[in-house]
C-alpha cells in the first residue's frame, strides 16, 4: 500500500477499506511477533533471513524426513538405485527411531546424533529377522553419513541453519557434525602366489565355478573393475584395442565423469568369448547377467543376486584349494596390491582403479602379468 495508505489504516477508528488494511496489519504483526520468539528461542540470534525464511517459507519448507523423501524420490527418477536402497534403509531407521515425527533441521542437534547413534546400537527384531540384533559399525557409519548428507541439503534450502545448531551446553556453533566412519574393509588382497594359484585352479567349462573364477580374473586384469560396472559393459564399451567405459559409482557421483580405458590384452579378450553374450549387437550386455528387457529395478535386484551366487563359488573354490575365501571386490584389491609391490605411487594406483582420469600404460601392465605368471616359480 502506499504511504498515505499505510497512515490511514494506522489512525484512530478507520473505515471502509482503511479497516481491513488496519486488520491485514495487525494479523501480519502478530505472525511476525511468533515469528520472532520461535527463531530466537534458546539464545539463537535475530536475523531478517530468518525472520523471512519462518514467516515466507514455513509452510512449505520441510523437515529431515520430509527432505528425506524428497532425496529418496529424485534418486529414484535419476534411477541411482544402490543409492536409493542405502538412503532408504538410512531413512527408515530415523524414522523409526523419531516414530515418525518429523524434526525440524534446526532442532538436529549433537545430542539428536548421539541418541540416534545409541538407538541403533540396541539390539531390536528387524523385518527379516527372528532374533534381535544391533546395527553393526558399518552400518552406523553409513546411516550417520547419509544423515550428514540431508542436513547439508537442509542448509542449501536455508543458508542460515549454518548458525542455529546447539551443542548440548547451548553454546552456538558454525555447524561441523563429525561422523565416525566406518571400521570394516570390503575386501583383502591376494599375493601374486596366491593369484596365480587361484588362476590354476581347473574348474570345468559352463559351470557355475567356472564362471565365478572367471568374472574374478576378468575384474583383476582390468584394473580392478567392479561387478557392476562388468554387468553394463556393453560390446561397444570393446574397442579394437582396448575397453573404454564410465564407472558408475563416479557417473552418479561426479559433476565429470571418469572415463576408464583399458588395453584389451589376449588374456581379457578369452575370457570374453568363454563367458560373453553371444550376441554382439553393439548394445548387447557383454556378459549374461541383465538384459535389456529389464527396467533399472530388476537389472539391480539380478546384479545383486548374481553377486551373491558368484562370491558363493569363489569361497567354495577357495576352500577346496587351500585360499582364503575371496569375493569380487578382492580383486581390486590385489590388483592395487601388486602395484604397490611394484613400487608404483599412490596416485598412479589410484588412477588405475578409477580415482583420476586414465591412460593405462601398457608396460605396467606386461610387469603385472609377468609377476603373477612368475608367482609360483
Excluded at 151 to 163: H, M, S, V, Y
Excluded at 245 to 250: D, G, L, S
Excluded at 319 to 338: E, F, G, K, V
Aim: glycine fraction near 4%.
Amino acid at each position: 500500500m502506499s504511504k498515505e495508505q499505510w497512515l490511514k489504516a494506522r489512525g484512530n477508528n478507520p473505515r471502509a477499506e482503511n479497516r481491513q488494511r488496519q486488520i491485514w496489519i495487525q494479523t501480519a504483526e502478530v505472525r511476525v511477533n511468533k515469528a520472532c520468539e520461535e527463531i530466537m528461542k534458546n539464545g539463537k540470534p535475530f536475523s531478517f533471513e530468518r525472520l523471512e525464511n519462518e514467516i515466507v517459507f514455513k509452510e512449505t519448507s520441510k523437515g529431515i524426513l520430509g527432505i528425506f523423501q524428497d532425496t529418496l524420490n529424485d534418486l529414484l527418477k535419476e534411477k541411482r538405485i544402490g543409492t536409493f536402497k542405502a538412503y532408504n534403509n538410512a531413512f527408515s531407521a530415523f524414522q523409526q527411531f523419531r516414530k515418525g515425527k518429523e524434526l525440524k533441521p534446526d532442532e538436529l542437534t549433537l545430542q539428536t546424533l548421539k541418541d540416534f547413534e545409541a538407538y541403533l546400537k540396541t539390539p531390536r527384531t528387524h523385518k527379516y529377522r527372528k532374533t534381535k540384533k544391533a546395527a553393526g559399525k558399518n552400518t552406523i557409519a553409513m546411516y550417520m553419513r547419509t544423515l550428514r548428507i540431508i542436513f547439508n541439503q537442509a542448509i542449501d534450502r536455508d543458508p542460515t541453519l549454518k548458525i542455529c545448531i546447539l551443542l548440548p551446553e547451548n553454546k552456538m556453533i558454525n555447524v561441523d557434525i563429525k561422523i565416525k566412519l566406518g571400521a570394516g574393509s570390503k575386501g583383502q588382497a591376494l599375493s601374486a602366489e596366491e593369484i596365480q594359484k587361484l588362476i590354476l585352479i581347473k574348474a570345468v567349462p559352463g559351470t557355475l565355478a567356472y564362471e565365478a573364477k572367471n568374472l574374478w580374473l576378468f575384474s583383476f586384469y582390468c584394473q580392478g573393475i567392479n561387478f557392476r560396472d562388468i554387468a553394463y559393459l556393453q560390446y561397444k564399451n570393446i574397442k579394437p584395442e582396448h575397453i573404454e567405459y564410465v564407472r558408475r559409482k563416479t557417473s552418479e557421483t561426479e559433476r565429470k565423469e571418469e572415463l576408464m580405458q583399458i588395453p584389451l590384452s589376449p588374456i581379457i579378450s578369452e575370457i570374453i568369448v568363454y563367458l560373453g553374450n553371444p550376441n554382439k549387437d553393439e548394445n548387447s550386455f557383454v556378459f549374461n547377467i541383465i538384459n535389456n528387457t529389464m527396467d533399472i529395478v530388476e537389472q539391480d535386484a539380478t546384479i545383486r543376486q548374481k553377486l551373491k551366487v558368484t562370491n558363493k563359488w569363489l569361497r567354495q573354490i577357495c576352500a577346496a584349494n587351500d585360499l582364503p575365501p575371496i569375493t569380487t571386490y578382492w580383486a581390486r584389491h590385489s590388483y592395487a596390491s601388486l602395484l604397490k609391490d611394484l613400487n608404483e605411487s599412490v596416485e598412479l594406483i589410484r588412477e588405475m582403479l578409477g580415482h583420476a582420469d586414465n591412460l593405462y600404460d601398457r608396460k605396467l601392465f606386461e610387469a603385472i602379468r609377468y609377476r603373477t605368471k612368475a608367482g609360483s616359480e
